[in-house]
């Protein structure tokens, strides 16, 4: 019998349990996750998070912390896997901003760069932010990503 293993990506959402979070691979070194709920079919971003040495470490802590400990409503995660650290500091940056920042989301400050580095913030230069009545539309041109736009209702 095949083990089930959740995929890496941001299209696939899981359940944000011990066992479905103890079949992500451990060789997952780097790599961003986000927490949330699901209403209908529609997944709500409520925390984004990164991984510099363990993904599968990080996220069950985090679950652990914020879910146990803190009884907080996330009931469902999504995870992409990251060639480096710079890779996963810059989409988590770029999650941060495009879910919200604090004003929807539970994190209460701007992602940290990874120890010893000196990374910059990978959009300050080419994000546009407008804001259409019950949107803010963020458009991003980042080289290593492309173009992405991202509706949040504020």
Not at 45 to 57: A, M, P, V
Not at 123 to 133: A, L, P, R, T, W
Request: hydrophobic share 25%; net charge negative; proline share 5%.
């Amino acid at each position: 019998m095949t083990k089930f293993q959740p995929k890496s990506g941001y299209n696939y959402t899981y359940p944000l349990t011990k066992e479905v979070v103890s079949c992500i691979p451990d060789d997952t070194q780097f790599g961003n996750y986000q927490f949330g709920y699901m209403e209908g079919a529609d997944f709500h971003h409520r925390y984004i998070g990164r991984s510099d040495t363990n993904l599968k470490q990080e996220i069950e802590n985090q679950r652990y912390n914020k879910v146990e400990i803190g009884g907080t409503t996330y009931t469902h995660f999504k995870f992409c896997k990251a060639s480096s650290a710079k890779e996963a500091y810059e989409r988590e940056c770029i999650d941060f901003h495009g879910y919200g920042e604090e004003l929807v989301l539970d994190n209460i400050n701007h992602p940290d760069k990874p120890n010893g580095t000196d990374y910059k913030f990978p959009v300050e230069d080419s994000v546009h932010i407008m804001n259409k009545s019950e949107y803010n539309i963020i458009n991003f041109n980042i080289p290593y990503y492309g173009t992405q736009i991202i509706l949040y209702n504020i």
